[in-house]
């Protein structure tokens, strides 16, 4: 099933990462969960071989989720991303951010555990991309 599959979650709202990894978990994902964008940039260069997905929030103080993916992307081009704002990322205004960043996915807070683990199946199981304004 999803034993081997890891996941990165990185918002700087705590209990969102914590939220987001315990359900991550009861799926069978192994889940490291950041607050902190340097810090989780930092773990992904050490351990990018082992990463299935990163999901990372739009929004962040010091590092924005635009500029992490980013160096996400430059240390492994071909993971699969998404991005969770409260803010509509779908609008015309990131798609010229988006595109070139390749995300798979968008998700929309609050967020919907249910439709979460939903997306993240779809595009680690079948390797489809997920667009959701509704999650």
């Known amino acids: 099933m999803a034993s081997n599959k890891m996941v990165l979650v990185l918002d700087d709202e705590f209990d969102i990462v914590a939220v987001m990894k315990q359900s991550l978990q009861k799926h069978g994902y192994h889940v ?5 964008p340097s810090l989780a940039l930092e773990h992904f260069m050490l351990n990018y071989e082992d990463y299935s997905l990163v999901i990372s929030d739009v929004r962040m103080p010091v590092m924005d989720g635009f500029e992490f993916i980013k160096k996400v ?17 779908n609008d015309s205004q990131y798609s010229k951010i988006l595109l070139p960043l390749k995300v ?32």
């Open 32 to 36: 490291f969960g950041f607050t902190d």
């Open 73 to 89: 992307r430059e240390i492994l081009p071909s993971i699969n991303i998404f991005l969770m704002s409260a803010f509509d990322i």
């Open 104 to 135: 798979d996915g968008c998700i929309q807070k609050p967020i919907s555990l249910k439709e979460m683990i939903r997306a993240v199946q779809n595009i680690l199981n079948k390797n489809n991309s997920y667009v959701s304004s509704t999650i």
